[in-house]
């Protein structure tokens, strides 16, 4: 995009400016993600979006870091911010401040299978793909049909977690512990597990990739609520 400020004194996309060739643009674009910055941040992805031949546009998806600040390199080697239309190159007490930021865990649902066919289990947990310990977790799923939630749990009716009363909620199996419980980063913590009955067959067990609808959070950690998919066709 060709960006600079209008008659306005705005500063915008004027125009469009593509690129030749964007086959190659992108090939040096994912050559040079690994060592752009420092530490290396996973999961930037660029994609080439083709008009006529080989000419086109270029577009970067950069995700949120739980691991900066991130120094500029290629040559560089210095920290910069971002303030207004500019960067600025970032001072002292800026990185003063970044470095002493809490790192934050992120929690998600995980999932695994056990078992063959009929009798499949899926065990869920919670697991902390942050840097930050994650203290008093919570989950909550919809269990779909026509799994239901094991009357063994995790073996012998327990629980990774307390249950916790439903009172009407979307989301009606629900676990959580108070603040003196942690999840540590990098760790997978069961919490139950669901499954087909004892008495299922062949006809009773579905095939092909079935939604887990959930809600995780934890302390100073904002409520998240996605979807797990799961291949019932892996066991």
């Known amino acids: 995009m060709d960006a600079r400020k209008n008659a306005d004194g705005i500063?915008?996309?004027?125009?469009?400016?593509?690129?030749?060739?964007?086959?190659?643009?992108?090939a040096r674009l994912n050559e040079m993600t690994g060592r752009a910055v420092s530490p290396v941040l996973d999961g930037v992805m660029h994609k080439a979006i083709a008009s006529t031949g080989d000419s086109g546009f270029a577009v970067t998806y950069v995700p949120e870091s739980d691991s900066g600040p991130h120094m500029a390199k290629l040559g560089e080697d210095r920290y910069y911010k971002r303030s207004g239309d500019s960067f600025?190159?970032?001072?002292?007490?800026?990185?003063?401040?970044?470095?002493?930021?809490?790192?934050?865990?992120?929690?998600?649902?995980s999932t695994w299978l056990t078992g063959e066919r009929p009798n499949i289990t899926i065990y869920l947990g919670i697991k902390n793909e942050g840097r930050?310990?994650?203290k008093a977790p919570y989950l909550a799923f919809q269990c779909p049909r026509p799994f239901k939630v094991s009357m063994f749990e995790?073996?012998?009716g327990q629980t990774g977690l307390p249950k916790l009363h439903n009172a009407g909620q979307e989301l009606p199996y629900r676990y959580g512990a108070n603040f003196g419980f942690v999840i540590?980063?990098?760790?997978?913590?069961?919490?139950?597990?669901?499954?087909?009955?004892m008495t299922s067959g062949e006809a009773d067990c579905p095939h092909g990739e079935i939604a887990i609808e959930y809600e995780v959070a934890a302390e100073d950690v904002?409520?998240?609520r996605s979807i797990a998919v799961v291949n019932l066709d892996a066991v």
Not at 89 to 94: K, L
Not at 184 to 197: A, E, K, N, Q, Y
């Open 11 to 26: 500063d915008c996309a004027a125009a469009k400016v593509e690129i030749n060739p964007i086959a190659l643009f992108v």
């Open 88 to 109: 600025y190159r970032m001072e002292h007490f800026d990185l003063e401040d970044m470095f002493g930021r809490r790192k934050r865990p992120k929690l998600v649902l």
């Open 132 to 134: 930050g310990t994650a």
């Open 222 to 224: 904002q409520l998240t």
């Open 154 to 156: 995790l073996g012998s």
């Open 184 to 197: 540590h980063p990098g760790i997978v913590h069961d919490v139950t597990s669901i499954w087909l009955g």
